[in-house]
């Protein structure tokens, strides 16, 4: 009986981590509000976090 190799984890990173990646250059203030300091995310919740908060309706009118 042959077993399935155990899957392989996903790497986790900081907040501060994935603001400083090239890949996430251009969405540094997204990921420091997106993403909470205390807790370590794969790229995909980062990428769905970050999405997320670009979708937010923006909810209070400034300078009216």
Known sequence: ???APAAQAEPTFSREALAASK???DRRDAIMLALDADREYTMA???AAIKKLLNTAVMEKVNE
């Open 1 to 3: 009986v042959k077993t």
């Open 23 to 25: 890949r996430y250059a």
């Open 45 to 47: 919740e980062a990428d």
